[in-house]
C-alpha cells in the first residue's frame, strides 16, 4: 500500500513521534493507522497511546439530574467552539441532557426515535436536524449514559464550563453532605486523572497481557541497544517489568491513584473514602464512574489550503 504524505501527517498528530519513524512505522504495517501506533509503542518511540485521548471535535458535555438517585450525561458536538458558546446550542443540549435521565432507552439508535420531550409532535432526531438548520452548522448527539444507583448515591461534577463531565456512582448505607462531597471530590479526580479502571481487580487478563507485550518490546529494544557485556537476559527483563506494571496500573485505577487532595501526599482515593466512612459510620464504594470529555477520539479535520490543492494537483499520494 502506498503511503501518502496525508496519512504520516496523521500519525504524527496523533503520536507525536517523528515524521521519518511515523513513516517507517506505516511501511512496516502496510499503512494500518492502529499497528502502526502499537508499532511505534513497541519500539519506544511513543510511551502511551495519544490517539484516542486527543481532544479535537467541538462541542459540550451536559449532566441532568434527577435526584440522588438517578442522573445522566451527553455530549453533542458541534463543528466550531463558537457555535459551542452559542446559547440557543446551549439550551439544546441541556435539553438532550433532559431527555436522556427521562429516558429508558439502550442505544443511541433508539433514543434519537423517541418523542422529543419539548415538542412530542417531533423526535429526538427531528430536533437535531431543526436546531441544525437554525445554527447552519452540522450538529450532532453523539452519546449518553443514564446512571442510577439502586444502594446508594450518583454524584455529578461538570469541569471547564461543560468541556469534561463526570458521573460517580457509590454504594453507601449512610447519605449526608459529607459523604456527598466526598464523593464530588473523587468525580473530580475523574475528571482531572482520567482512569480506566475502579480497581486493578477490575483489569482484565487480556489488558494486562496487552500492556506487558507492549513493555517488554520496549525493554527487549532498550537491551539490545545497551553494550553486549551489559545487556540482561530475557527472564530477568520479565521480573523487571514486574514493577513498571504495577505502577502502570496504579496511575489507571482509581482506587489505587493518589487522592490529588491528600495533604500527605500518599494516600490513595481508596484510603479517603474509607476515611470518611470511618468518620461517618459508613461502608463506601465506588460502583461506576462515566466521563465524557468533549471530543474525546474525534479527529478534527485540519483546513489547509495549500494541501488540498497540492493534493488535486497530484503532487502528494
Known amino acids: 500500500m502506498a503511503i501518502t504524505a496525508a496519512m504520516v501527517k496523521e500519525l504524527r498528530e496523533s503520536t507525536g513521534a517523528g515524521m521519518m519513524e511515523c513513516k517507517k512505522a506505516l511501511t512496516e504495517t502496510n499503512g494500518d493507522m492502529d499497528a502502526a501506533v502499537e508499532y511505534l509503542r513497541k519500539n519506544g518511540i511513543m510511551k502511551a497511546e495519544k490517539k484516542a485521548s486527543r481532544i479535537a471535535a467541538e462541542g459540550l458535555t451536559r449532566i441532568a439530574v434527577k435526584d440522588d438517585k438517578t442522573a445522566a450525561v451527553v455530549e453533542v458536538n458541534s463543528e466550531t467552539d463558537f457555535v459551542a458558546q452559542n446559547e440557543k446550542f446551549q439550551s439544546f443540549v441541556e435539553a438532550?441532557?433532559?431527555?436522556?435521565?427521562?429516558?429508558?432507552?439502550?442505544?443511541?439508535?433508539?433514543?434519537?426515535?423517541?418523542?422529543?420531550?419539548?415538542?412530542?409532535?417531533?423526535?429526538?432526531?427531528?430536533?437535531?436536524?431543526?436546531?441544525?438548520?437554525?445554527?447552519?452548522?452540522?450538529?450532532?448527539?453523539?452519546?449518553?449514559?443514564?446512571?442510577?444507583?439502586?444502594?446508594?448515591?450518583?454524584?455529578?461534577?461538570?469541569?471547564?464550563?461543560?468541556?469534561?463531565?463526570?458521573?460517580?456512582?457509590?454504594?453507601?448505607?449512610?447519605?449526608?453532605?459529607?459523604?456527598?462531597?466526598?464523593?464530588?471530590?473523587?468525580?473530580?479526580?475523574?475528571?482531572?486523572?482520567?482512569?480506566?479502571?475502579?480497581?486493578?481487580?477490575?483489569?482484565?487478563?487480556e489488558y494486562r497481557n496487552h500492556e506487558k507485550e507492549i513493555l517488554l518490546a520496549q525493554a527487549m529494544k532498550e537491551n539490545e541497544e545497551l553494550p553486549e557485556g551489559k545487556r540482561k537476559p530475557q527472564e530477568i527483563i520479565e521480573k523487571m517489568l514486574?514493577?513498571?506494571?504495577?505502577?502502570?496500573?496504579?496511575?489507571?485505577?482509581?482506587?489505587?491513584?493518589?487522592?490529588?487532595?491528600?495533604?500527605?501526599?500518599?494516600?490513595?482515593?481508596?484510603?479517603?473514602?474509607?476515611?470518611?466512612?470511618?468518620?461517618?459510620?459508613?461502608?463506601?464504594?465506588?460502583?461506576?464512574?462515566?466521563?465524557?470529555?468533549?471530543?474525546?477520539?474525534?479527529?478534527?479535520?485540519?483546513?489547509?489550503?495549500?494541501e488540498e490543492v497540492a493534493k488535486q494537483a497530484g503532487t502528494l499520494g
Open 96 to 205: 438532550v441532557a433532559t431527555q436522556a435521565v427521562n429516558s429508558d432507552s439502550k442505544d443511541l439508535e433508539s433514543f434519537m426515535a423517541e418523542k422529543w420531550n419539548l415538542d412530542e409532535s417531533k423526535t429526538v432526531n427531528d430536533a437535531l436536524v431543526e436546531i441544525t438548520a437554525v445554527i447552519s452548522e452540522k450538529l450532532s448527539i453523539r452519546r449518553f449514559e443514564k446512571v442510577v444507583a439502586e444502594n446508594g448515591i450518583v454524584v455529578p461534577y461538570v469541569h471547564g464550563g461543560g468541556r469534561i463531565s463526570v458521573l460517580v456512582e457509590a454504594d453507601t448505607d449512610v447519605v449526608n453532605d459529607d459523604i456527598k462531597d466526598a464523593v464530588k471530590n473523587v468525580a473530580m479526580q475523574v475528571a482531572a486523572l482520567n482512569p480506566k479502571f475502579i480497581s486493578s481487580e477490575d483489569i482484565s487478563e
Open 242 to 306: 514486574i514493577g513498571r506494571l504495577n505502577k502502570e496500573f496504579k496511575e489507571i485505577c482509581l482506587n489505587e491513584q493518589v487522592y490529588v487532595k491528600a495533604e500527605d501526599g500518599k494516600q490513595t482515593v481508596a484510603q479517603y473514602l474509607a476515611q470518611v466512612g470511618k468518620n461517618n459510620s459508613a461502608n463506601i464504594k465506588i460502583k461506576k464512574i462515566v466521563r465524557f470529555e468533549t471530543g474525546e477520539g474525534i479527529e478534527k479535520k485540519n483546513e489547509n489550503f495549500a
